[in-house]
């Protein structure tokens, strides 16, 4: 069928930062802006 | 430079292993059909948030070409900055040769240290890679590696393992039920034209059509902030996006309409449970284009179909897992 990677289902940043209790640190220094990853592309 | 900021990122779950250079050094990547370079830390960079990841030593490379020109990358915690090199890089037993790639030399921040993954390799276009580096897959079709010219993505719904990306083919066990292919409205993203988003027969957003981005690279299904509260108001959520979890099963099925079919998403996929509360799995983003409002389909509509990215005839093709 062709080469094949396998991808690992594991815990997200966010889980692990909220692991940590620095989530809302993270979130409160940088907010979340899903738009930007495509803002700069454009 | 590139600007991808790492909470693009702090989402995602799902993770595979490449090795770059001769011998391999492996690292741990997100497979981002949303973005088109490859990027990894380098031994340049010293700092702590770096000393948790697998970091590229070009010394340690024979096969190893350097550049002397820079790249940056604004990681949300400040820039990590880097050079252009090339190597081998090794994906799924492929060897890319003469792939192009960012060493990082400066950490982006301290909470890079607790990324549970060390770069990311773009699949998308290269029309929006950075640098003009080219991006691995268009290397693999241009030195003959993949049978065919095109990739596909399973995303295992519960299981830690299962999912995986395979390179020049479809396996056919995961379209028993059929492909529907959509041609691509722009050769940057995996970019499509959606007619309208709908639940229970009405229009619930996209009425007069909008522009839908398939992106493994994002976890949630992102949408306009305009048609957000409208969606949160249809499914009986609050302005949050939390919603009663008792009241899942009277949810409807969100319905996906592209290119005159429509892609059923059930609210088992819709709702994420976590620690006994429940939210929808919309966020807001504002990307008008040309042709209309941006949506990007994630991680969550990717796992109810086996999706096949067919660079040959730039079209996506969908096959419902169930």
């Known amino acids: 069928l062709g080469p094949r990677i396998p991808l690992r289902k594991q815990k997200s940043m966010r889980r692990i930062l909220q692991e940590h209790g620095l989530l809302e640190q993270y979130l409160k220094e940088h907010p979340y802006n899903p738009a930007a990853k495509y803002l700069a592309a454009t | 430079s590139s600007a991808e900021p790492l909470q693009n990122y702090l989402n995602n779950e799902y993770f595979g292993t490449i090795s770059i250079g001769t011998p391999g050094q492996e690292f741990t990547v997100i497979f981002d059909t949303g973005s088109s370079n490859l990027w990894v830390p380098s031994v340049y960079c010293s700092s702590q948030a770096c000393s948790n990841h697998n970091r590229f030593n070009p010394s340690a490379s024979s096969t190893y070409v350097g550049t002397n020109d820079s790249v940056s990358i604004a990681y949300g915690t400040g820039s990590m900055t880097g050079v252009l090199g090339y190597d081998t890089v090794d994906v799924a037993g492929l060897d890319v040769v003469n792939q192009i790639f960012g060493l990082a030399e400066t950490e982006p921040g301290d909470f890079f240290y607790y990324s549970p993954f060390d770069g990311i390799l773009g699949l998308a276009f290269p029309s929006i890679a950075s640098s003009g580096a080219t991006p691995v897959f268009d290397n693999m079709m241009s030195e003959n590696l993949v049978a065919e010219d095109l990739f596909s993505v399973y995303l295992s719904n519960n299981d830690q393992s299962g999912s995986f990306v395979l390179f020049g083919g479809i396996d056919s066990s995961y379209t028993t039920n059929g492909i529907t292919w959509i041609p691509l409205s722009a050769e940057t993203y995996w970019q499509v034209t959606m007619d309208s988003v709908t639940a229970d027969n009405q229009a619930i957003a996209c009425a007069s059509g909008c522009q839908a981005i398939v992106d493994t690279g994002t976890s949630l ?7 957000l509260g409208n969606i949160q108001a249809s499914l009986g959520a609050d302005s949050n996006g939390q919603i009663s979890c008792g009241a899942i099963s009277t949810l409807p099925t969100i319905y996906f309409n592209i290119n005159g079919n429509g892609f059923p998403v059930p609210p088992s996929a819709y709702v994420i449970q976590s620690n006994g509360y429940c939210s929808l ?39 419902p897992l169930s």
Do not use: C
């Open chain 2, 221 to 227: 299904l992102a949408v306009p902030s305009s048609a």
């Open chain 2, 281 to 319: 799995a919309f966020e807001g983003l504002n990307i008008p284009t040309e042709s209309g409002e941006l949506w990007i389909l994630g991680d969550v509509f990717i796992r109810e179909y086996y999706v096949i990215f067919n660079r040959a005839n730039n079209m996506v093709g969908l096959s």
